[in-house]
């Protein structure tokens, strides 16, 4: 069972290669507020919505990082 994934679904039925593979992305998919799910795998835990441009974070701590860097980038450049 590589990355919590069941090779078997809860019914006792085997899952195929592609089903595998969509709950392995499942597990980095993130939703922007405008509705649209992106995928993020890398380290910085951040990109940009393709739709909307906003901002997306993969969670509430990649968020407080970024945000503490920039405001000390900012207040060091004053």
Do not use: Q, W
Not at 12 to 30: M, P, Q, W
């Amino acid at each position: 069972m590589e990355y919590g994934l069941r090779k078997y679904s809860s019914s006792g039925r085997k899952r195929t290669k592609s089903e595998i593979i969509d709950s392995y992305y499942s597990l980095y998919k993130v939703k922007c507020k405008c509705g649209h799910s992106i995928l993020i795998m890398d380290r910085s835990g951040k990109a940009p919505c393709f739709n909307c441009g906003r901002m997306v974070y993969k969670s509430k701590r990649a968020e407080f990082k970024d945000k503490i860097k920039k405001e000390l980038r900012r207040k060091n450049n004053e």
